[in-house]
């Protein structure tokens, strides 16, 4: 078992006992809850007669079914009108704090906790959302949970769960030009599996994880889970730091900055700390990465051949088979140059603001390929605001996206951001499962957001690199 | 509140007839799209379990084995490998459930699917390719035949055949002595919670905060 980890460290410290099954019982620092997994928790809670245990360390927002267009109230969608009443009357009950579209500071959950500072290292953080492990970019313990386990949480402030193994994934060398976190993640399920984590929790080290901003982290654990690894994480170092201490919490609250950072350093992985795995990727022999099936496993690199399904293990024949049939690509093609309906630039993994100016350099000054539906849906409200203020909106705008309100949009499709019949979509986004962004006949190919940015132009999934980037004013 | 141990049944054996889903890397959304969540409870979600492999665009039947009248009853699912992986949502078990499964044998299950199914007291246990391999032709062959779950025990019998599988520790533990609705068991430990949060240096601070603002 693995000794000395931030892992293990930061489990310890939030051990609360053991649970006569076996499990932990582990304090959770930080409850983030949206309206789509919380209300039937909340009716749980209310069937047993129990209150929320800790309003104060709860925070909600509502992402997934805000409408991107047109949020006037009532929402068009009296589904989606339903849940936000449901999510409002739950928060104002509990006096949880919600940071709902009137405040400025709505967004999708994993977009949110990280720039308002709530998000911090060594906290334990929950949410009914996978891409939970989001938050792990900045050395906390952030896990995806189901409903019940929502309710656990709301009751007692406390979660059970069983001790993972880690990995150690170490990412050493320069990345390439053109070449992002997103397609390091992409490149590391695609090697380890889309169930290669199961069981375990990623550590991501070495020096291209240690160049990486605190935005490029949260992408590649953002899709731990993808990975089948319920967790991945960051040592907090001095790029985390330096972006804790500009943010609200810690702006809001002189000296809290020096106060925590002993924890925040003592919590890190020791030098001589023991690993159940160890994985060495070299990412200066990285392309851009794009996906050609239908798991974010399927990936390959922009020029290389989608492989043959004969040629693959053989539990991954039968769905690569399915896969290509979805796609309708054959084995020998690259997808350079597969052709696209839809260009996302979105979602919980890359609708950042440093996500939307790289993708603006390749955007400024040219335009949208006919026929091509292309549209911006920043992760926040202040990340739309900022990039409003930066002029990203009017270069985006300028070459015909259509640039939208907050929210997780078509990554999923469960407000009206939707792909139609068999489109085919270049998304920012995190998962390209059969059916994903509404249309069950919809083909998503997953990329970083330079790379959406040069398909959404040429209409074709291209490689970044045969485009000039223009500097931003 | 109400004493969970007294509550919560034990699940250590689930009989009952089989149904096979066959494949790899299933994901939740497949298991309930997307659309069929902008709901605030989860009755009525047994009829959307995977839906969009079920019925084509004008809600016609397409093959599938749910489709079928001969597992129409059957309450035991197996599976291949990575089952329920993807995103987080409950509403997939949630829908299984309600359709009619009380178990599902498989190669093995995403980590928070199987979280979900042991809220909801599904043992989800696994075996390898072979023995589901084989265990799925059965099923296929003997829509009306037996299947015997026994959780305490690790094994699945059927047909005359005694198949070892595992079922994770932990859950084995919680399902066989009926403590797997974990709410009531940790709210119990009430003065251990205050005293680990009580230890977490980012914490005291939030408090004070909140009292600051009062």
């Keep these: ?473 | 509140m109400t004493d969970a141990t007294e509550e919560i049944p034990e699940v250590d054996y689930v009989e009952g007839t089989g149904i096979p889903i066959r494949g790899n890397d299933i994901d939740t959304d497949q298991i309930i799209p997307a659309r069929f969540m902008k709901v605030v409870t989860f009755d009525g979600l047994g009829e959307f379990a995977f839906f969009d492999l079920r019925f084509d665009d004008e809600d016609t039947q397409k093959e599938h084995p749910m489709n079928e009248e001969r597992f129409g009853d059957a309450n035991v699912m197996v599976v291949n490998n990575n089952f329920g992986c993807g995103s987080s949502r409950e509403h997939a078990p949630q829908a299984l459930m309600r359709w009619g499964i009380d178990a599902i044998i498989g190669e093995g299950f995403a980590e928070i699917f199987a979280g979900n199914c042991l809220a909801l007291g599904i043992p989800t246990v696994t075996a390898d390719h072979e023995t589901i391999n084989a265990l799925q032709q059965w099923v296929d062959d003997n829509p009306d035949g037996e299947i015997e779950v026994d959780v305490a025990a690790e094994t699945v019998r059927y047909g005359g055949n005694e198949a070892s599988v595992s079922v994770d520790d932990a859950q084995r533990q919680a399902l066989v002595e009926g403590i797997w609705d974990t709410t009531a068991l940790m709210k119990a430990n009430r003065n251990a919670i205050e005293e680990t949060a009580g230890q977490l240096p980012y914490l005291d601070q939030r408090r004070s905060d909140l009292e600051a603002d009062d």
């Design chain 1, 1 to 473: 078992m693995s000794n000395g980890t931030l892992y293990d460290k930061v489990w310890d410290r939030h051990k609360v006992t053991t649970l006569p099954n076996g499990q932990d019982q582990l304090f959770v620092g930080l409850h983030l809850i949206h309206e789509v997994t919380s209300p039937q928790a909340f009716g749980m809670l209310q069937e047993r007669g129990l209150e929320v245990a800790r309003p104060d360390l709860t925070h909600a927002t509502v992402d997934h079914i805000v409408p991107t267009a047109n949020q006037d109230r009532p929402y068009a969608d009296d589904a989606a009108e339903r849940m936000m009443s449901e999510l409002e009357e739950n928060v104002r009950n509990a006096g949880i704090q919600f940071s709902d579209p009137t405040t400025g500071d709505q967004g999708i959950v994993h977009v949110i906790g990280p720039e308002q500072g709530i998000t911090q290292p060594g906290k334990t953080i929950v949410c009914g959302d996978s891409h939970t492990s989001t938050h792990g970019a900045f050395g906390a313990l952030a896990f995806g949970i189901g409903t019940s386990q929502i309710r656990d949480v709301l009751a007692t402030q406390t979660i059970a769960m069983e001790k993972q193994q880690v990995r150690k994934i170490e990412v050493n060398g320069e990345l390439g030009e053109g070449v992002e976190a997103k397609d390091i993640i992409l490149e590391i399920i695609r090697r380890l599996g889309t169930e290669g984590g199961v069981g375990y929790v990623y550590e991501y080290a070495g020096e291209a994880i240690e160049n990486l901003d605190m935005e490029g982290r949260m992408s590649i654990c953002n899709m731990s889970i993808e990975g089948g690894a319920r967790a991945g994480y960051v040592n907090p170092d001095e790029t985390t730091f330096e972006w804790l201490e500009e943010t609200d919490y810690f702006q809001e609250h002189p000296g809290k900055f020096e106060e925590l950072k002993p924890y925040w350093e003592s919590i890190q992985s020791d030098d001589d700390a023991e690993y159940d795995d160890v994985v060495e990727i070299d990412a200066s022999e990285l392309d851009p990465v794009v996906t050609w099936g239908t798991t974010p496993g399927q990936g390959i690199g922009i020029d290389d051949p989608i492989p043959a399904p004969e040629d693959l293990a053989d539990d991954k024949q039968d769905t690569a088979r399915r896969a290509q049939k979805h796609m309708r690509v054959e084995p020998g093609e690259t997808m350079n140059g597969y052709e696209i309906d839809v260009a996302f630039l979105g979602s919980c993994t890359n609708a950042r603001l440093p996500d939307l100016r790289r993708a603006a350099r390749i955007v400024k000054g040219r335009e949208v390929a006919d026929d091509v539906r292309a549209f911006v849906v920043p992760g926040s409200q202040r990340v739309q605001r900022a990039a409003e203020e930066e002029g990203l909106k009017d270069i985006f705008e300028a070459a015909g996206f259509d640039w939208r309100n907050a929210g997780c949009s078509m990554c999923l499709g469960m407000n009206e951001d939707q792909l139609e019949g068999d489109e085919a979509c270049a998304s920012s986004s995190n998962r390209n499962f059969v059916g994903r962004q509404g249309s069950k006949d919809g083909r998503t190919v997953l990329m970083n957001p330079r790379m959406v940015a040069a398909a959404a132009i040429t209409g074709e999934v291209s490689d970044v690199r045969d485009l000039e980037e223009v500097a931003l004013a």
